[in-house]
């Protein structure tokens, strides 16, 4: 297996029942600034775009760009 590196966005929200819902978005554009990521999530929570059980986005939680790595070391 070869090295590789990973890059997710990850959004975190509050639902209408008080529990966290995480959104991974897999290979963002490189220069995502922070107002673009809150434009993003807000937009989620004012146009209701996603529910889980039920349960609209109420509000924003954190966001940010998780980078994941593998270096392989055994052939």
Known sequence: MADYSKKVLQMVFENTLGKQTTISIPYPK????????????????????????????????????????????VD
């Open 30 to 73: 490189e220069s995502i600034t922070s107002l673009e990521l809150e434009t993003l999530m807000d937009s989620f929570v004012t146009k209701n775009i996603i529910s889980v059980n039920g349960a609209e986005l109420s509000q924003n939680k954190d966001g940010g760009i998780i980078e994941k790595s593998f270096t392989d070391l």
